[in-house]
């Protein structure tokens, strides 16, 4: 962190590109090199909320003319305060137990399908999406075993929680443990849901290739049923920056299942975090509710977004949103708009039927 930190305050022109799109730096009206001085003076240890308010989407290295990553001098400093036992903060435990349960018997499970010891391709869905809706994990299974006959399935996590938190060390054994267990089904393809998960996987995995699930489905040409004519403003998720050929794809999903869509300013590249990333909400929730509203108030139409975190954050704040699966899948996308996050213990027994559903395949 030390190192990163004396880069920033040494190559911030405070040019202020970056303050003004950020509610992190607008909350507590700081520039990138005044925070970099904080944390070579202090390490955030006086202030440890600091470190944990920001949403390390990537936006202010997309805007800065120095190519600054504010986030990976903030993530330095949240994995300092671990280790120094000040992180992770009271508001984490959720995502700390949370985490605990995706890591368990009662969620993670690899299976090669149908009485085979091994497969071809693993879909890996992730924790978020298996929360949300056990439904359109299984359409999503069942379609692409259309594609791929020999498809295993694996439920589990990436090991994101922990990492956003700073345990990084837990984190990526985490990620090893999954690498190692799919390796075991003696394949080497991974189809990831979760746009955080797939930027994780494919930054960290040595021995699998991850793609995504939607440029999987868009590649693979079959025309969804059209369910309506709606629009929808599209919501790209933080963690899909960098990656147009993702971006590509769900838009190519969405337009061939009969719906419109509205790109308004801050999509692609551009797109404003939904607010909880970098976990954000659990540290400081008025700046992910700013961050969250800014999408919000951008946005003309019901929003569509490919991530079910992002989903449920703008659901919680009082914005319709579907996620695109539900769109695909979903016999009334519309009805899913409205839906409420779910409750936690209503996402832990989702998670649970998921996990009894694959032992039985």
């Known amino acids: 962190m030390i190192n990163y930190a004396e880069t920033v305050a040494t190559k911030c022109i405070e040019c202020g590109q970056c303050t003004d799109e950020c509610d992190f730096l607008i909350a507590y009206g700081k520039t990138p090199k ?27 290295q997309k805007l800065c003319p120095e190519n600054l990553d504010l986030g990976l001098m903030i993530m330095g400093a949240r994995e300092k305060l671990v ?3 000040i992180g992770p903060l009271p508001g984490h435990q959720p995502a700390i137990e949370g985490q605990e349960f995706y890591v368990s018997d009662n969620f993670r499970i690899i299976s090669a399908g149908t009485g085979a010891e091994s497969c071809d391709v693993v879909f890996f869905p992730g924790c978020a999406l298996s929360a949300y809706s056990p439904d359109l994990v299984k359409a999503t299974y069942s379609y692409l075993k259309t594609q791929h006959a020999n498809l295993g399935i694996a439920l589990g996590c990436c090991g994101g929680p922990s990492e956003l938190i700073g345990k990084t060390d837990y984190a990526n054994q985490i990620t090893e443990q999954l690498e190692q267990d799919i390796k075991r089904l003696g394949t080497s393809e991974i189809i990831v849901a979760c746009p955080y ?34 629009t929808y403003s599209i919501h790209d998720p933080c963690s899909a920056r ?34 909880m990333g970098g976990m954000v909400f659990l540290a400081n929730a008025d700046v992910g509710a700013a961050k969250a509203k800014r999408t919000i108030r951008e946005s003309q139409h019901d929003l569509v977004t490919y991530c079910s975190t992002c989903r449920d954050i703008f659901s919680s704040q009082g914005k319709k949103c579907v996620h695109l699966l539900d769109l695909l899948f979903h016999k009334n996308p519309a009805e899913q708009a409205a839906k409420a996050p779910n409750a936690p213990e209503v996402a832990t027994k989702n998670m649970k039927i998921l996990n009894q559903w694959v032992r039985g395949i």
Do not use: M
């Not at 003076?41 to 909320?49: C, E, I």
């Not at 600091?50 to 949403?55: A, D, H, I, K, T």
């Not at 993702?246 to 607010?275: F, M």
């Open 34 to 60: 005044e925070l970099a001085n904080e944390a070579l003076n202090t390490k955030f240890s006086d202030n440890p909320v600091l470190p944990y308010s920001c949403n390390i989407c990537g936006y202010c």
């Open 83 to 85: 280790s120094e036992r």
């Open 197 to 230: 998960c797939y930027k994780r996987l494919s930054e960290r995995l040595t021995d699998l290739k991850p793609v995504s699930l939607y440029k999987e489905l868009s590649e693979a040409g079959t025309k969804f049923p059209e369910k309506g004519n709606s």
């Open 242 to 275: 960098g990656q147009p050929e993702i971006q590509d794809a769900v838009r190519s999903l969405i337009s061939k299942s009969g719906y419109t869509i509205e790109e308004h300013t801050h999509t692609r590249e551009n797109t404003h975090c939904c607010g």
